[in-house]
């Protein structure tokens, strides 16, 4: 283990190591520390030049202002229409293309696979007019759905490397068993293959949520009004409107990144399984 | 070579030669006999073929959706950033004018410098995710609960970030703008100041990415071989001696990954300078990512193909990495094949 543990270090090593661990976190999380107290202070404090220090009283009355006094409500229900589709599309498309490209030896697999690697990298930017238009055209332009469609294709990419590199690690023995037994590819694929994809399919559906959940670009260019918008553009132009009201701003950032949070810490393993990847060889 | 070829071992047994396997087969068999000729004909055609054809019909889907969203629309960006158009009216093939514009654009300059500034500080993610990585790859008490809140900047989205770091600069009251001014007497307005605002933003950018290195980071040192170490330690390897020689060489996959998400995360900065800017003071925090956004979609007057020449050269620069990043990929794949 690397560094040498701390166990063996001496008394006064381990001591300062229990300090210093909490002192480095409030330091890290300084920031949002700050906006989460922000976001319980009564207006009267930030009047009253309190910016810094602790909010004379709890007031969670921000909170239900945000959600009274804007739409919130409706951009996190859109963002549950953008997100939940997306994931459910994306987890279909990949597992298919997935199995595929990690099971068969074809002539072009490595090339799909590579398109598939190689898309998953360009900035969005070079597909900004083209798919803009394209929704539009499609009549789907200020819809979730051409926000759906959009965000299915493209994490499809990042998808099939993930779900590619996992099929191919599984054993090869129980395809060519099954094979053997003269089992369909089909019937492979969905009694042998599927089941063992369980953890991929979970670190992925986490990964994907907490992306799309937090895109904003795409989110941006394919919708605009407050019935389609996702709550990370609706954030931006509540922003605009509350204009030096701090406790407004802060309260309703921490609402909208709620979700991600809460998936995250339930699915904690399976996120930073996702997430590393490649890391670890 | 895994046996999934056509003269493959796997490869089913063919109709005719199906060797008996009890009562139910034999009344499929009889079943399928009493089918139509050319029913039997297209299932055994199926059945003997159905390995190769298997994968392209499962690729299908993900291969359409993939092509029309995301392949086809980036050579379609660079047959538009021939044209002028509007998005709505006729467009008007103007060849390479919208390049030479660009090119005497300077605000296009001071994006492209910006761009420059973004990849070089937001490399620092990397060192400093190692750092905290290392800071924090101990086995005490409620250590789990520290990584995981260590890496939370992460998690959220970088609108929130971003409003958070607006709220930390904001002047008067921001606590950074409060401990500026304990420390040195005068506070300073970061996001207001042209010079000073995209190092504000880039730090702001760093906070989440420092938290995904160092993830990257604690899943490597995980798998360093203890062995190793303590080989090097009975050589009286330690401290940076040792992180050099014995370790990063062990983490060079976790390295890899890191400066990969690293070079993407700062050609793809655009969220953090619409949230807390929208590229001003003056456009002084532009990056091509958002200039092209505001050229092509902006209350200016929507210039698609001017948008599309800045996207096709934020593409090239981004193509520049891709392209090696990607050959190191392939490379691996055919060597671990």
């Given amino acids: 283990m690397f560094p040498r543990p701390i166990e063996q270090s001496s008394r006064a090593a381990r001591i300062s190591y229990q300090v210093m661990l909490p002192l480095a976190l409030i330091l890290w999380l300084l ?40 739409p919130i409500g409706q951009y996190i229900f859109n963002s549950f229409k953008v997100t939940i589709p997306t994931v459910i599309g994306t987890l279909v498309l990949s597992c298919l293309t997935g199995f595929a490209l990690g099971i068969y030896r074809f002539r072009g697999n490595i090339w799909i696979f590579f398109m598939f690697v190689a898309g998953n990298f360009v900035p969005f930017q070079i597909l900004m007019v083209p798919v803009r238009d394209m929704t539009v055209n499609l009549g789907l332009y200020n819809t979730t759905t051409g926000l759906v469609l959009f965000h299915v294709a493209f994490q499809t990419g990042f998808c099939t490397l993930f779900m590619g590199n996992f099929i191919r690690a599984l054993p090869r023995e129980l395809i060519e068993a099954a094979r053997v037994e003269g089992v369909t590819e089909i019937r492979i694929f ?17 990964l994907i949520f907490t992306f799309i959940w937090n895109d904003y670009f795409w989110a941006t260019v394919l919708t605009t009004s407050k019935e389609t918008q996702p709550v990370t553009a609706g954030l931006y132009s509540l922003n605009g409107q509350w204009i030096a009201q701090w ?24 996120f930073i399984a996702g997430l590393t990847l490649g890391a670890v060889k | 070579m895994r046996g999934a070829g056509m003269s493959g071992p ?68 660079f047959w538009l ?40 500080l937001y490399m620092f993610a990397v060192p400093a995710g190692l750092g905290i990585a290392i800071f924090l790859n101990q086995k005490v ?135 807390m800017t929208d590229g001003g003071p003056f456009g002084s925090s532009r990056v091509l990512s958002f200039y092209m956004y505001e050229q092509a979609l902006s209350e200016y007057g929507y210039r698609m193909g001017y948008g599309a020449a800045i996207a096709v050269i934020l593409f090239l620069i981004m193509m520049v990495f891709i392209s090696g990043f990607i050959w190191k990929m392939v490379d691996d794949e055919r060597r671990g094949l």
């Avoid at chain 2, 392949?71 to 379609?76: G, H, S, T, V, W």
């Avoid at chain 2, 006729?90 to 005497?104: R, S, V």
């Avoid at chain 2, 001696?241 to 690293?262: C, D, E, G, N, S």
């Fill in chain 2, 10 to 77: 796997a490869r089913p047994v063919p109709l005719g030669n199906e060797p008996p396997e009890g009562i139910v087969s034999e009344q499929r068999r009889a079943a399928r006999m009493s089918l139509a000729n050319t029913e039997t004909q297209r299932r055994t055609w199926w059945r003997e073929n159905q390995q190769r054809l298997t994968p392209y019909i499962f690729l299908i889907p993900g291969v359409l959706f993939f092509l029309v969203y995301v392949i086809i629309p980036i050579f379609e960006s």
């Fill in chain 1, 190 to 206: 969905w009694y042998v293959v599927l089941p063992l994809m369980r953890p991929a399919i979970a670190a992925l559906s986490v």
């Fill in chain 1, 31 to 70: 920031p949002l520390i700050g906006v989460a107290i922000t976001s319980v202070k009564p207006a009267s404090d930030l009047a009253a030049g309190n910016y810094f220090g602790l909010p004379s009283s709890l007031a969670f009355s921000n909170y239900a202002e945000v959600f009274t006094q804007s």
């Fill in chain 1, 247 to 270: 406790q407004l701003v802060s309260a309703g950032a921490i609402v909208a990144a709620l979700p991600p949070v809460a998936m995250f810490f339930l699915m904690q393993r399976h």
């Fill in chain 2, 81 to 120: 950033s021939g044209f002028d158009w509007d998005g709505l009216g006729e467009k008007q093939w103007i060849g390479f004018a919208n390049y030479q514009e660009l090119f005497d654009d300077d605000a296009f300059y001071t994006s492209l410098k910006n761009n420059v500034l973004w990849l070089v």
């Fill in chain 2, 141 to 275: 008490r409620l250590i789990r609960a520290y990584k995981s809140l260590f890496f939370f900047p992460f998690v959220i989205s970088q609108v929130v970030v971003g409003l958070i770091f607006a709220w930390f600069y904001a002047p008067n009251f921001g606590l950074f703008y409060l401990l500026l001014e304990w420390a040195t007497g005068s506070g300073i307005a970061v996001l207001a100041d042209p010079d000073l605002v995209t190092y504000g933003i880039i730090a702001a950018g760093l906070w989440p990415q420092i938290a995904y290195c160092m993830i990257l980071y604690l899943t490597g040192l995980n798998a360093v071989d203890p062995e190793q170490i303590e080989a090097a330690r009975l050589d009286a390897a330690k401290g940076f001696k040792m992180l050099w020689y014995v370790i990063l060489p062990q983490l060079r996959p976790a390295t890899f990954m890191a400066v990969v998400v690293t070079v993407i995360g700062a050609l793809r900065s655009f969220d953090l300078v619409s949230i």
